[in-house]
């Protein structure tokens, strides 16, 4: 109880604040139509042009300066498409309103040239542009997020941030309520042109959601801010071990008022993936039993179609409206060969399986966001968001196994497993700026409802007959309810932030049965307090170290508490676990910036009852593979960025992390792990005359563990690309190898009991890759959309 009472103390002194008027001078910005103009550089200097403060305008086109002395300063606004306003004022005064004058032939004469860097290092995150480099554009989503600085992916396609697991993905703000083996599929569905940026943040504030113990990734999908209608056709073909295609098309109309946009994308990726696992099991003395050898190759498709489409109008000077519908078809068919040999301690063969396999499986999704903006006062702004998302997958799988020594005989199965999810989420956020302090409160509640069935049917003789053992229809439905507030100011030198967020977790799970397979249904309700602390000291003018902490959350993906089985092959199986816990994780951070060249920090991490893949084996050699708790994961860890620009033609970034890890559990006896694991990411961008560009990356990452039972060995890799504008600049041609030496491949060793498995993995990761594309459209150059940054007047003028 006295916890909830100090997170209602921290909602009643910002409720408190929204009747205190703030003491300063609020400037509004507004163009010839006296229409507010938002993102505009707004300059506090003395009367001999020393700059004193710099801020950016909101969405009402207006900033606050508080504690002015009454005495005489000048204001100097700017914004692109627009000529320099400098006007004298006064201390005194409570507001002041500046008018742009257009200089429509401003950009016509000076050719900006400044571009944005590939990565940013920032005191709360690292942006990775991808707008900026070459090589990404040419991939999925889920293969360009392992090229980015800390961040892994493991055989099931996991995604780890600076060594750990639990990373909470984000889409343009908004989760995809997606983790697991169905988030693996959005991002292989999603193509990485259709991506801006990627926001990667360590400590997040109380503002976010509380799930994620490594921290965010945020991927930000490309919108246009030129202002008039315009928009870019791109159309690439690409070519490893299968052809691979990808067309996209970007609308955008906008005016002072309205914005219309769309974003469509067609892709087709030809992919296999190429297995060996040789299971070796042990007698209780530690001699070799018998070994199973397996191959396993898939081949296959994936075509997914996205789309994006919405409105933003402005109601009035301090009010906006939008409407963001989104939609993804996707359709995934492999098929599957997986010869199994079982073999004495000599390698004698004993008997031969063939396991043949197809799977099919149609995704379909649409989304709707509502979002309303309005601004009460200075220095108070609501905001509120209600989401709608519904996924409708279908799969329909098919095995059969053919024994061929020294018996003959077949048996086969197949499954329809149809999956519903339906999601509605709504939250209200306020901030309110005061002298020198800004306060924020906010509430969020989310529903998730699912329905999953999977209905096996074994072969026998020419009819198929329902298999009920294996069959399985499984009903989940899960509630947040969360309520947060921080505050943050600064103090001289330092700069201090520090949250609090509630959140109420409660789900109900019903696996109904059949003839053989009983009823059977769990639940849970759980409440939690997520504290969060950011300090930072700025030393000098180029000096900065940071202090950062706080606690997180991983729920256990819904699928995964289905106890259901799913056969992978006649040997493995895998496992629901309704018995599955959340994880718990406290991190601190210490980190020290130079500049924008230099960031050096420390990391410590402990996650208690923190998620493990587990691998259990039966006499009879079947491998059941099931996720749960285990007791204690110990993350020490240690990281540098660089970024430097050798010549005027080169820039590059290179980062390098450190871990150190314990990990302890329980998996029929008492095991221990520890490791010392490192990433390397290494980014070059080159730019040369007459539209020339290149770009060569690299990654590695030393032999590592996230499960407490298995092992991976060392892997990297190098991709190259080329670019060159045409057509006055209009237009970019871009070319790219993937995995240049084909290094990319998951290797590695797992532990069971009395049995280990050694496994390669290699994939379709080698592949050229050619793109064009076509920017189209007259600017109007006035006011931009109410997004975005300084960065974004570069992107206006090209910086892709």
């Not at 020393?50 to 969405?59: E, F, N, R, V």
């Not at 569905?189 to 113990?213: C, F, K, T, W």
Request: net charge positive; charged share 20%.
């Amino acid at each position: 109880m006295h916890k909830l009472l100090l997170l209602m103390a921290i909602l009643c002194w910002s409720g408190f604040a929204l009747g205190q008027k703030p003491a300063g001078m609020v400037v509004t910005v507004v163009n010839t139509q006296q229409m507010p103009q938002p993102k505009a550089s707004v300059e506090l200097l003395k009367t001999d042009s020393t700059l004193l403060k710099i801020a950016i305008t909101d969405t009402a086109g207006q900033v606050e300066f508080y504690g002015l002395a009454p005495a005489a300063y000048l204001l100097r606004a700017s914004l692109v498409g627009y000529t320099n306003t400098v006007l004298p004022i006064n201390g005194n005064q409570a507001t002041q309103t500046v008018t742009l004058q257009a200089g429509s032939s401003l950009l016509n004469t000076v050719r900006v040239s400044a571009r944005r860097p590939m990565i940013e290092f920032r005191a709360d995150k690292t942006v990775v542009n991808l707008e900026a480099g070459i090589a990404a554009s040419a991939t999925t989503v889920l293969e360009a997020l392992e090229k980015l600085p800390g961040i892994t992916t493991d055989k099931q396609g996991g995604i780890s941030l600076k060594g750990r697991s639990g990373v909470l993905v984000l889409i343009d703000g908004k989760p995809s309520y997606l983790t697991g083996a169905d988030l693996v599929n959005l991002l292989s569905s999603m193509h990485a042109s259709q991506l801006s940026q990627v926001e990667i943040i360590d400590h997040p504030s109380a503002r976010y959601d509380a799930a994620g113990n490594a921290g965010i990734i945020d991927l930000k999908l490309k919108k246009n801010k030129q202002q008039g209608f315009n928009g870019s056709v791109t159309a690439m073909v690409g070519q490893g071990h299968y052809f691979k295609y990808s067309n996209s098309l970007l609308l955008n109309y906008h005016n002072s008022k309205l914005t219309l946009f769309l974003n469509f994308n067609r892709t087709s990726n030809g992919y296999f993936s190429d297995a060996y696992a040789l299971r070796t099991y042990f007698k209780t003395d530690g001699s070799v039993a018998n070994l199973l050898e397996q191959n396993i190759y898939l081949a296959g498709t994936n075509i997914p179609q996205n789309l994006r489409t919405g409105i933003d109008y402005t109601l009035g000077a301090n009010t906006s409206l939008s409407l963001t519908l989104t939609g993804m078809a996707t359709n995934r068919d492999y098929t599957g060969d997986n010869p199994a040999v079982w073999m004495q301690a000599n390698r004698k063969v004993d008997s031969m399986l063939l396991t043949t396999s197809q799977s099919s499986n149609r995704w379909q999704n649409a989304g709707a966001t509502l979002s309303f903006r309005h601004r009460l006062a200075a220095g108070s702004e609501l905001s509120a968001d209600v989401d709608a998302l519904g996924y409708r997958i279908r799969g329909n799988q098919f095995f059969e196994n053919n024994a061929i020594f020294p018996l003959s005989y077949t048996e086969a199965f197949r499954a329809q497993t149809p999956t519903d999810i339906h999601i509605l989420s709504a939250k209200v956020d306020h901030t309110q700026k005061l002298q020198n302090l800004t306060l924020e409160t906010g509430w969020k509640t989310s529903r998730i409802n699912t329905d999953n069935s999977s209905d096996y049917e074994y072969r026998e003789g020419n009819n198929w007959k329902p298999d009920l053992s294996k069959s399985n229809h499984f009903q989940y439905q899960e509630t947040i309810h969360a309520l947060y507030g921080s505050a943050q100011t600064d103090v001289q030198k330092w700069s201090l932030q520090g949250g609090l967020r509630f959140e109420l977790t409660s789900y109900e799970a019903t696996q109904l049965g059949n003839a053989v397979v009983k009823d059977s249904s769990f639940n849970r309700k759980y409440k939690n307090l997520f504290p969060s602390l950011n300090v930072s000291y700025r030393l000098d003018s180029v000096n900065v170290f940071s202090l950062s902490s706080g606690r997180r959350i991983d729920r256990p993906a819904f699928q995964k508490l289905n106890p259901f089985i799913v056969i992978y092959n006649k040997y493995s199986y895998q496992q629901g676990n309704p018995y599955y816990r959340p994880q718990y994780t406290w991190n601190l951070g210490l980190n020290h910036a130079y500049k924008n060249l230099l960031m050096t920090g420390l990391q410590y991490s402990v996650t208690t009852d923190y998620f493990s893949q587990l691998f259990v084996t039966d006499s009879n050699g079947l491998v059941l593979f099931t996720e749960g708790n285990l007791r204690r994961m110990q993350n020490l860890g240690a990281s540098v960025s660089l970024q430097l620009a050798p010549r005027k033609e080169w820039s590059m970034s290179l980062q390098t992390f450190v871990n150190r890890k314990k990990l302890e559990g329980v998996v029929g006896r008492n095991l221990t792990a520890t490791i010392t694991q490192y990433t390397a990411n290494w980014n070059n961008q080159f730019r040369f005359q007459k539209g020339w560009a290149a770009e060569l990356t690299g990654t590695f990452t030393s032999t590592s563990q996230q499960d407490i039972q298995e092992v991976i060995d060392p892997s990297g890799s190098v991709t190259v690309g080329f670019s060159k504008t045409v057509a006055k600049e209009k237009g970019r041609l871009k070319l790219t190898l993937n995995d240049a030496f084909y290094t990319t491949r998951i290797k590695g060793l797992t532990q069971f009991s009395q049995a280990n498995e050694a496994f390669k993995i290699v994939s379709d990761s080698r592949f050229a890759v050619l793109g064009f594309t076509w920017r189209f459209g007259k600017a109007v150059k006035s006011a931009r959309r109410s997004e975005g940054s300084a960065a974004d007047e570069m992107q206006r003028v090209g910086s892709n």
